[in-house]
């Protein structure tokens, strides 16, 4: 409650230029934390969030662990630069995760090793590419479909990935990795790690007997805990 209601005296004060810089540096602490674990390597992955006036993306090119607040790029509804470095190439799966799911506050894309092996197994069902393994798999991202291939900053993966956004939150790029849409950057790093996780042990258990949730077990728990 303390918390809470210093957020809300912040906002009363200073605004949504104070929320901004929060916000910019929320999703730069996310980068961090994120390439920290080894959830991404290098210069990929991407991380969004809604703001007053468009939308923050990380830059091009960037590497998580070592994102700048004040170069994050910022862009409009139509996707255009408003200021920043230039933003990801990527820019249109976010932009079509928003557009399709105006709920959503961020959208987190990373070449996560454990899903990225997931993504190119041939046995795997294009409609739901994971086992309900666990009950916080089925609470944070429900049902999985696999997104076609195709090649990184081609605009026909942005419209793949309009086909499947209106009804999941959570997509994996055939080839490429997850996206995942949240409430807020919170909520999308916790689902995109929440599936890299059951990815992980999905591989694990590779040639052994699994006792998965039955349908009824993950019936009850989406009535309980709506994923998305």
């Not at 991380?47 to 998580?64: E, K, Q, V, Y």
């Not at 069902?125 to 429900?142: E, N, S």
Request: with cysteine; charged share 20%.
């Amino acid at each position: 409650m303390v918390a809470l209601g210093m957020q809300r005296y912040r906002d009363a004060v200073y605004g949504d230029a104070m929320n901004e810089t929060a916000l910019r540096d929320e999703i730069c602490e996310l980068g961090r934390s994120i390439f920290e674990r080894g959830l991404t390597h290098g210069s990929t992955g991407n991380i969004s969030a809604r703001c007053d006036g468009g939308w923050l993306l990380t830059p091009t090119g960037s590497n998580l662990g070592r994102l700048d607040p004040a170069r994050l790029a910022k862009l409009d509804w139509q996707g255009k630069p408003i200021s920043g470095d230039q933003p990801s190439k990527e820019a249109f799966l976010h932009l079509a995760m928003y557009q399709e799911r105006e709920r959503n506050q961020a959208v987190v894309h990373l070449h996560a090793t454990h899903s990225v092996a997931v993504s190119v197994l041939e046995e795997i069902d294009p409609a739901d590419v994971l086992p309900p393994l666990t009950a916080y798999y089925v609470m944070r991202i429900g049902s999985l479909p696999l997104v076609p291939y195709f090649a990184p900053g081609d605009m026909q993966l942005a419209q793949a990935v309009r086909g499947f956004a209106g009804k999941h939150h959570a997509l994996l790029l055939a080839n490429h990795g997850p996206v995942v849409a949240g409430t807020g950057l919170a909520a999308a790093a916790d689902a995109i790690e929440e599936l890299e996780a059951t990815a992980r042990l999905y591989l694990l258990l590779q040639g052994r007997r699994v006792r998965a949730l039955t349908p009824e077990q993950v019936a009850d728990i989406r009535r309980r805990y709506p994923a998305g």
